[in-house]
């Protein structure tokens, strides 16, 4: 067992803590978190412009294949990921780099691969992803709208609902029932599609802060080009469930934790309540331990499934655990220090907000992580099935 | 960075689930905690064979020369399997003598040690039951060439077997209370040594030892005097780590014993793992468990590769605490009415997260020493 990482590892690392530092100095006061990107444009161009930073160094693709411009491992993406995460540095397109492109190396024609892959790679393209539905959320494969094959193209229609940037985004991916009569699981299509085609109509779902990041997305009659399908048709299940190539260490909502708590514990050093420094009330030294402790465990989960995906091993149960736990201690890390504050830890980002309003913005902003990306509890069913053998109820 | 076991220490982990799921099974832990001795010599005598007193000795002095990070891949077993008995504290009394033994020491102990000729164990706590150097009390003074030692150790473990205690005594009254502590080597045998096991929920002969003008000799003094807090902060640091690795064994059983019960039992027609909420529940002991584990593995890494890891320890041992107590609890809830029964063995898990919890540090012990750690004034 060896947590070192190599000379070569380190002196990346290095390398991308620079070059985050620098950027950090650009960050605007506006930015508190991933969010931000979808709801201020200062944020957008903000994170536009570190994604063209990464990409002219090839830091959006360093773990692909290297015959599609992979310049390192896994473990380098990680590192990175460890870089940005304690910086708070966006540019990393979730969708599109973190979701879509591991999905087309894992099961996309060569033709699609070729015509997406190096947009992606350059950071010229921004996607959304258009799963989820009214209907159909947890239970994706119960989703309702329609690809309808007509010649060379599909027609899409129905609703898409929880759009992450849909407002923003040049591309979409989604899946839609292209056969109303084959059997569940063998009936979606993954495709690939320009937000600009006539017919997709795009409203904001206000998130519980008033912030704009998430959205509806309406198909009327919108024709898209048959060839740009991800995987065959009517098997988009399989192409929704390629997890190969995601990374799931978690670590830059790791190390934004660790970087949170480090101005958690510089703030109860400075600040004083009765009388003398928050940092010696017991119970506000006991709770800060106990979550360095939460967020240490994490951390050391992180690497373990860093090191397996390194491996291009997967366990299935280490990264839904560490999905859950990671996700779990953003939400009690919030109201920890929302606590701490006391009556500030009510107040929005104004001349009146401690730390510029960070935590009144991830108390709100925690089940982001809990409830996207599969449900916690839907985690908690990918254990006990397919890790721990548990039945399923019929 | 490579979070996965050599094959060495595989081998090392199957040979001892092997040797201790044969020769130490459930039937014998129950009734060796029953017992007056609390252990098996003819088992102790086989440990000895296979090196286990000796682990973690240099081979010069008899022993095996394997790493801490190889002892805690034995302990995750002797934590999963459960054994009663004085192996883990007289290992874990090895570590002040090579630390700071003179040559004449570690001659004279570690070897026998190696070999199982002698049980050791370490008497720190008193009355406060603190681990700070304010708790210790007992006062050692010179007298020609022994010191005399009057006072009281408590939660010893195993010290009414054992051959010698390394216990920590004052010797100077310093400006703080780190300063003036000493250790000494002390002969249980020496007149003046009275050891009284405690009733403890775990069964696992916690002692009771009052030292009345026990005659220590000086060249028993281990370490230099008055600067002993050092050595004790150091065997608190792996006596933590290594409590943390039993309680990693003691959740892989409590949580495969849960599995596998919820897949037998059978109410309202069906396994009752097969309802969401207890799923849930098993989920989530499962990630407590995983989540304790590459924690304890930094924290036994960085001890075996002597990097500063104090407060690595002392997270893993505040969070540890925590995990072995949640995941024995559900694992005893998850199996009903059974799961209180004295007859089944998940019980035995929930005492032993209570012990192992109170040793080397609780949690809030240890979440004080993190809170300074991250800069807290």
């Given at each position: 067992m060896d947590f070192r990482f190599t000379d070569e590892q380190m002196a990346r690392r290095k390398e991308f803590l620079e070059v985050c530092v620098e950027l950090e100095k650009l960050k605007p006061a506006e930015f508190i978190g991933f969010e931000s990107t979808y709801n201020y444009d200062s944020c957008w161009e903000y994170d536009r412009h570190c994604a063209k930073e990464f990409a002219k160094r090839g830091w959006l693709t360093l773990e692909w294949p290297p015959e599609y411009g992979g310049s390192g491992t896994m473990m380098d993406r990680v590192l990175f990921s460890e870089a940005r995460g304690y910086h708070g540095i966006p540019g990393i397109d979730v969708?599109?780099?973190?979701?879509?492109?591991?999905?087309?190396?894992?099961a996309a024609s060569e033709e699609i691969k070729k015509e997406f892959l190096p947009p992606i790679a350059a950071a010229e393209i921004t996607w959304c992803e258009l799963w989820s539905e009214p209907n159909a959320g947890s239970d994706l494969a119960s989703l309702t709208a329609t690809a309808v094959k007509k010649g060379d193209e599909y027609i899409l229609n129905g609703q898409k609902t929880w759009t992450t940037g849909a407002h923003k985004a040049d591309w979409g991916f989604g899946v839609f029932k292209s056969d109303p009569e084959a059997r569940s699981h063998h009936n979606l299509s993954f495709l690939l599609f320009d937000m600009k085609t006539p017919g997709i109509t795009v409203r904001p779902l206000p998130y519980m802060n008033g912030e704009t990041i998430y959205n509806e997305v309406y198909f009327d009659d919108v024709h898209v080009p048959a060839k740009n399908i991800v995987g065959q048709e009517n098997e988009g299940w399989a192409v929704v469930n390629t997890l190969a190539g995601f990374e799931r260490s978690n670590i830059d909502q790791i190390m934004g934790m660790v970087r949170g708590l480090e101005t958690l514990v510089a703030y109860c050093n400075e600040t004083k309540r009765n009388g003398q420094p928050l940092a010696k009330d017991p119970l506000i030294r006991n709770r800060l331990a106990q979550t360095a402790c939460d967020i240490e465990a994490a951390r050391t989960l992180a690497y373990r499934v860093a090191d397996l995906q390194n491996r291009h091993e997967m366990s299935l149960m280490d990264a839904s655990s560490l999905k859950i736990f990671a996700s779990d201690l953003g939400e009690r890390l919030a109201l920890l220090a929302?606590?701490?504050?006391?009556?500030?830890?009510?107040?929005?980002l104004s001349r009146w907000a401690p730390m510029n309003g960070y935590w009144e913005a991830l108390y709100d902003e925690c089940f982001v992580f809990t409830i996207s990306m599969g449900t916690n509890e839907i985690q908690k069913n990918i254990i006990a099935w397919y890790g721990l053998g548990l039945p399923r109820m019929k | 960075m490579d979070l996965t076991f050599s094959e060495a220490q595989e081998i090392l982990r199957k040979m001892?689930?092997?040797?201790?799921?044969?020769e130490c099974p459930k039937t014998l832990v129950r009734e060796l905690q029953d017992s007056e001795k609390g252990y098996s010599p003819d088992l102790w005598k086989k440990m000895a064979e296979l090196g286990w007193m000796g682990l973690i000795i240099p081979e010069e002095y008899e022993g095996m020369g394997y790493t801490f990070q190889d002892l805690t891949v034995l302990l995750e077993e002797t934590g999963r399997n459960i054994l009663p008995g004085p192996l883990v504290c007289t290992i874990l009394s090895t570590f002040p003598i090579l630390d700071a033994g003179s040559e004449e020491q570690k001659k004279e102990f570690l070897p026998k040690i190696a070999i199982g000729e002698l049980i050791f164990s370490t008497a720190l706590l008193e009355a406060e039951g603190t681990f700070d150097a304010s708790g210790i009390?007992?006062?050692?003074?010179?007298?020609?060439?022994?010191?005399?030692?009057?006072g009281t150790k408590l939660f010893v473990e195993m010290a009414h077997v054992a051959d010698y205690l390394i216990c920590a005594a004052r010797t100077k009254d310093g400006a703080s209370p780190e300063e003036g502590i000493t250790l000494f080597i002390v002969d249980t045998k020496t007149p003046g040594v009275h050891c009284e096991v405690i009733p403890t929920i775990a069964l696992d002969k916690q002692c009771e030892v009052r030292l009345e003008n026990v005659s220590v000799p000086k060249k028993n003094m281990l370490g230099e005097l008055d600067k002993g807090w050092p050595i004790v902060q150091k065997l608190l640091e792996k006596g933590a780590i290594a409590k943390c690795a039993e309680s990693i064994g003691g959740m892989q059983a409590a949580v495969e014993m849960t599995i596998a019960y919820s897949k037998e039992r059978v109410q309202y027609g069906r396994p009752i793992g097969a309802f969401q909420a207890l799923q849930h529940m098993m989920a989530d002991m499962w990630s407590s468990m995983e989540t304790s584990r590459y924690l304890v593995y930094e924290a036994a890494w960085m001890e075996s590769e002597g990097l500063p890891c104090s407060k690595e320890v002392s997270m893993a041992k505040a969070y540890v605490n925590e995990a072995y107590n949640y995941v024995s609890k559900w694992g005893i809830r998850l199996h009903g009415g059974i799961g209180t029964s004295r007859d089944h063995d998940i019980p035995l898990y929930y005492h032993l997260a209570k012990a192992a919890d109170t040793a080397f540090g609780g949690t809030d012990f240890h979440r004080e020493l993190v809170a300074q750690k991250i800069g807290l004034i």
């Amino acid at each position: 067992m060896d947590f070192r990482f190599t000379d070569e590892q380190m002196a990346r690392r290095k390398e991308f803590l620079e070059v985050c530092v620098e950027l950090e100095k650009l960050k605007p006061a506006e930015f508190i978190g991933f969010e931000s990107t979808y709801n201020y444009d200062s944020c957008w161009e903000y994170d536009r412009h570190c994604a063209k930073e990464f990409a002219k160094r090839g830091w959006l693709t360093l773990e692909w294949p290297p015959e599609y411009g992979g310049s390192g491992t896994m473990m380098d993406r990680v590192l990175f990921s460890e870089a940005r995460g304690y910086h708070g540095i966006p540019g990393i397109d979730v969708f599109g780099v973190g979701m879509l492109a591991p999905t087309l190396l894992a099961a996309a024609s060569e033709e699609i691969k070729k015509e997406f892959l190096p947009p992606i790679a350059a950071a010229e393209i921004t996607w959304c992803e258009l799963w989820s539905e009214p209907n159909a959320g947890s239970d994706l494969a119960s989703l309702t709208a329609t690809a309808v094959k007509k010649g060379d193209e599909y027609i899409l229609n129905g609703q898409k609902t929880w759009t992450t940037g849909a407002h923003k985004a040049d591309w979409g991916f989604g899946v839609f029932k292209s056969d109303p009569e084959a059997r569940s699981h063998h009936n979606l299509s993954f495709l690939l599609f320009d937000m600009k085609t006539p017919g997709i109509t795009v409203r904001p779902l206000p998130y519980m802060n008033g912030e704009t990041i998430y959205n509806e997305v309406y198909f009327d009659d919108v024709h898209v080009p048959a060839k740009n399908i991800v995987g065959q048709e009517n098997e988009g299940w399989a192409v929704v469930n390629t997890l190969a190539g995601f990374e799931r260490s978690n670590i830059d909502q790791i190390m934004g934790m660790v970087r949170g708590l480090e101005t958690l514990v510089a703030y109860c050093n400075e600040t004083k309540r009765n009388g003398q420094p928050l940092a010696k009330d017991p119970l506000i030294r006991n709770r800060l331990a106990q979550t360095a402790c939460d967020i240490e465990a994490a951390r050391t989960l992180a690497y373990r499934v860093a090191d397996l995906q390194n491996r291009h091993e997967m366990s299935l149960m280490d990264a839904s655990s560490l999905k859950i736990f990671a996700s779990d201690l953003g939400e009690r890390l919030a109201l920890l220090a929302t606590d701490i504050l006391g009556p500030y830890g009510q107040v929005k980002l104004s001349r009146w907000a401690p730390m510029n309003g960070y935590w009144e913005a991830l108390y709100d902003e925690c089940f982001v992580f809990t409830i996207s990306m599969g449900t916690n509890e839907i985690q908690k069913n990918i254990i006990a099935w397919y890790g721990l053998g548990l039945p399923r109820m019929k | 960075m490579d979070l996965t076991f050599s094959e060495a220490q595989e081998i090392l982990r199957k040979m001892a689930r092997d040797f201790l799921s044969t020769e130490c099974p459930k039937t014998l832990v129950r009734e060796l905690q029953d017992s007056e001795k609390g252990y098996s010599p003819d088992l102790w005598k086989k440990m000895a064979e296979l090196g286990w007193m000796g682990l973690i000795i240099p081979e010069e002095y008899e022993g095996m020369g394997y790493t801490f990070q190889d002892l805690t891949v034995l302990l995750e077993e002797t934590g999963r399997n459960i054994l009663p008995g004085p192996l883990v504290c007289t290992i874990l009394s090895t570590f002040p003598i090579l630390d700071a033994g003179s040559e004449e020491q570690k001659k004279e102990f570690l070897p026998k040690i190696a070999i199982g000729e002698l049980i050791f164990s370490t008497a720190l706590l008193e009355a406060e039951g603190t681990f700070d150097a304010s708790g210790i009390a007992a006062k050692a003074t010179p007298k020609g060439d022994d010191f005399v030692i009057n006072g009281t150790k408590l939660f010893v473990e195993m010290a009414h077997v054992a051959d010698y205690l390394i216990c920590a005594a004052r010797t100077k009254d310093g400006a703080s209370p780190e300063e003036g502590i000493t250790l000494f080597i002390v002969d249980t045998k020496t007149p003046g040594v009275h050891c009284e096991v405690i009733p403890t929920i775990a069964l696992d002969k916690q002692c009771e030892v009052r030292l009345e003008n026990v005659s220590v000799p000086k060249k028993n003094m281990l370490g230099e005097l008055d600067k002993g807090w050092p050595i004790v902060q150091k065997l608190l640091e792996k006596g933590a780590i290594a409590k943390c690795a039993e309680s990693i064994g003691g959740m892989q059983a409590a949580v495969e014993m849960t599995i596998a019960y919820s897949k037998e039992r059978v109410q309202y027609g069906r396994p009752i793992g097969a309802f969401q909420a207890l799923q849930h529940m098993m989920a989530d002991m499962w990630s407590s468990m995983e989540t304790s584990r590459y924690l304890v593995y930094e924290a036994a890494w960085m001890e075996s590769e002597g990097l500063p890891c104090s407060k690595e320890v002392s997270m893993a041992k505040a969070y540890v605490n925590e995990a072995y107590n949640y995941v024995s609890k559900w694992g005893i809830r998850l199996h009903g009415g059974i799961g209180t029964s004295r007859d089944h063995d998940i019980p035995l898990y929930y005492h032993l997260a209570k012990a192992a919890d109170t040793a080397f540090g609780g949690t809030d012990f240890h979440r004080e020493l993190v809170a300074q750690k991250i800069g807290l004034i």
